[in-house]
């Protein structure tokens, strides 16, 4: 068989040598490989954010549960203080302190909680290296 293919012994046609390439050939192949990169790479976070939803929906999941029966021990145990401070001084009176010390714990950890929100600083360290990127892709990586 002559002509400008070569064969295989296995009957197919071997991939040109590189060298015979034209440089548009090249970086379509390239810019290919990268857009299959990409592809995989977003379809691999696809698949490890889909599990970790799944563990952390079971999780959230097990601590509401867990929260609605603390709830539910928290609530009898203010009737039993209820009842217990009004043997002495009157149902009315004793729902009011229970009521009152409720208040209480409640501003505490509203307090803390707003404390703790205001110290939260967003994605520092995401937003440095998303910013890098470009300048990595240029070859200029220190330059950010």
């Not at 505490?108 to 703790?116: D, I, P, Q, S």
């Amino acid at each position: 068989m002559t002509g400008s293919s070569a064969y295989e012994p296995t009957g197919g046609v071997r991939a040109p040598d590189p060298a015979d390439r034209s440089l548009g050939d090249l970086i379509s192949q390239v810019t290919q490989d990268l857009s299959l990169l990409m592809r995989q790479e977003v379809a691999l976070a696809r698949a490890e954010l889909q599990q970790s939803a799944s563990r952390a929906a079971k999780g959230a999941g097990m601590m509401s549960g867990a929260a609605v029966a603390g709830y539910f021990v928290l609530l009898f145990l203010s009737i039993a203080l209820w009842w217990l401070i009004g043997a002495g001084t009157g149902l009315g009176w004793s729902a009011l302190i229970v009521a009152v010390i409720w208040g209480v714990v409640g501003a505490v950890l509203y307090v803390t909680g707003r404390k703790a929100l205001q110290s939260v600083r967003g994605l520092p360290r995401t937003a440095d290296t998303v910013a890098k990127i470009p300048d990595a892709l240029k070859g200029n990586e220190d330059s950010a």
